[in-house]
């Protein structure tokens, strides 16, 4: 775990990189600022990030290109997205093209702070020191499905896939609870470590993108499966 953390700041609003920055630095996190994505992919390339607050609406290279684009160079930090309450469709685009979570525009800075520190938690969880993991079953197998939590892969039919940290954790979470009904409330309290005030639809965002990444026909899944009325279970396969 490093001594401090270090955020990236994107947004093309200078009031709100700076704001962000003022009260971020005042939690004891080392900040970059960026304003564009461009900026933010070279800041990410020259400097160890461990986690980004992304702007979606920016000129040139949107927020949303500018997750894809980390996601395909493989950096795999927590992205958290800064939307309008007009971008819904922005936000739902954004979770399925690699980001964590999302805070709206005007958001109160404390809120910010505790999905900041909710993320970094989870990447602490993540890489797992060895004390914490030695007792656990490391490789976890269903099907055609093997998670190596040691390495944190994923293979399917013996081919590793890429999952960002949520979808990691929601699959995690499924294969160490095989045949059991969770509510998204209780996947949400169980992988970000908090209640859902109402944020946990984003979980499902994340299920159907896990679908499309381990399922042979996502529309029809034989894996994560929905009980209406209950929650999503793995069926032992």
């Known amino acids: 775990m490093p001594e401090k953390y270090t955020i990236l700041v994107c947004d093309d609003e200078e009031d709100i990189v700076a704001g962000l920055k003022i009260f971020l630095k005042n939690a004891d996190y080392d900040v ?3 304003y564009d994505g461009r900026q933010a992919l070279k800041l990410l390339e020259q400097n160890t990030v461990h986690l980004v607050l992304m702007d979606v609406m920016m000129p040139g290279i949107s927020g949303i290109d ?3 684009r980390m996601r395909e160079s493989g950096y795999n930090i927590p992205v958290i997205l800064l939307t309008a309450k007009s971008e819904d ?4 685009l954004g979770l399925n093209c690699g980001a964590d979570d999302y805070v709206t525009k005007p958001f109160n800075m404390l809120e910010v ?6 993320q970094l938690r989870r990447v ?4 797992g020191a060895p004390e ?4 656990k079953q490391t490789v976890l197998r269903n099907g055609r499905i093997e998670l190596d939590d040691h390495t944190k892969t994923v293979r399917v039919d013996g081919e590793e896939i890429h999952l960002t940290r949520t979808e990691y954790d929601i699959l995690y979470l499924f294969m160490t609870h095989i045949g059991e009904i ?3 409330t209780e996947i949400f309290r169980r992988i970000k470590h908090e209640e859902p005030f109402g944020a946990e639809n984003t979980v499902a965002v994340h299920i159907r993108h896990l679908r499309e990444k381990i399922e042979f026909d996502p529309a029809n899944p034989t894996y994560i499966r929905v009980r209406f009325g209950h929650g999503y279970k793995m069926e032992k396969r």
């Not at 469709?89 to 739902?92: C, E, G, L, P, Y």
Request: charged share 20%.
């Open 32 to 34: 970059l600022c960026a």
């Open 66 to 68: 500018t997750v894809m």
């Open 89 to 92: 469709a922005d936000k739902v």
């Open 113 to 118: 702070l505790a999905r900041v520190r909710s």
């Open 124 to 127: 602490q969880v993540y890489s």
């Open 132 to 135: 914490e993991t030695e007792n």
């Open 182 to 184: 969770f509510p998204l």
